[in-house]
């Protein structure tokens, strides 16, 4: 399989780098890290998507005011998954499957430019989006942004077992080459997604983690903005550092062979396409 790392959408939050480590500026750079796999037999697969175009012509109709705000959100449609996979070379109906680590309004929203695409999540996270119960979560789930949720695939959270992490559900069709990775804490039915590569394995983790500090070594190093970011996102404190910790542990494990990256690490993104 071939992977182009894509992203989907900035975020420019007031801080600069008090949250990504690294800006200048008054204003952070945080990125929306998607992947486009090309597959031999299933077609073009899309994990995460992003923002979308609509997100992008008509914010204010598909986005809360609330994180339009906070996140200082570019409005940019040369981001949009849609418009990078026509540069390169493909059509929208090619992407025949998404994959979404969970429904978040800058993980789902470019859902409605891919109508022809199945989507596939934990059904966890669906129920958790479509139940919105409670103030916070009618700013981050935008049913708005996908049109409707019918034909959907919700995989239970029961399955096999991937480096220590259980109840893994490799995807419909797509043999064990593509597998979602329950990681819950941010959200319900937050999940990872696993792709074998190589020798190894890609692991798409979401927002399980926001900062390249916060993997790879022994302690949490993240950023003060990133920090209460992640408290203020996350759905079930317990679960969401539990799952942190022993993702951290697999990510010190050279013998596992298993390359892993957040969503909003503009570092992380340009490494792995340095690398790519």
């Given amino acids: 399989m071939r992977i182009h790392h894509l992203n989907c959408g900035c975020m420019c939050p007031v801080g600069g780098a008090l949250y990504d480590g690294f800006s200048k500026g008054a204003v952070a750079h945080l990125v929306c890290h998607c992947l486009l796999v090309e597959t031999d037999r299933h077609g073009l697969v899309l994990v995460d998507t992003g923002f979308g175009l609509r997100d992008m012509q008509r914010p204010a109709d598909r986005l809360s005011g609330f994180f339009r705000a906070m996140n200082n959100i570019r409005y940019d449609e040369s981001l949009t998954a849609v418009k990078q996979i026509i540069a390169l070379g493909f059509r929208p109906e090619d992407v025949r499957h998404i994959v979404l680590t969970h429904l978040d309004f800058d993980h789902a929203g470019g859902i409605s430019d891919f109508p022809q695409a199945r989507i596939h999540l934990l059904q966890k996270e669906l129920d958790s989006a479509t139940t919105q119960q409670g103030w916070l979560r009618r700013q981050r789930y935008r049913p708005q942004q996908w049109n409707s949720d019918n034909g959907w695939r919700g995989y239970p959270s029961a399955g096999e077992s991937w480096h220590g992490f259980n109840a893994v559900r490799a995807i419909d069709d797509l043999n064990d080459e593509i597998l979602l990775v329950p990681l819950p804490g941010h959200t319900l039915g937050h999940a990872g997604v696993a792709i074998r590569h190589g020798d190894g394995w890609l692991l798409h983790g ?20 990133l920090r209460f970011y992640q408290w203020l996102m996350r759905s079930d404190t317990g679960a969401w550092q539990h799952n942190q910790q022993r993702l951290r542990e697999l990510s010190l494990n050279a013998e596992a062979k298993v390359t892993m990256f957040c969503s909003h690490d503009a570092r992380e993104l340009e490494a792995l396409r340095q690398r790519r």
């Fill in 206 to 225: 979401g927002d399980a983690w926001f900062y390249r500090g916060e993997m790879y070594q022994p302690e949490r190093h993240c950023t003060p903005g």
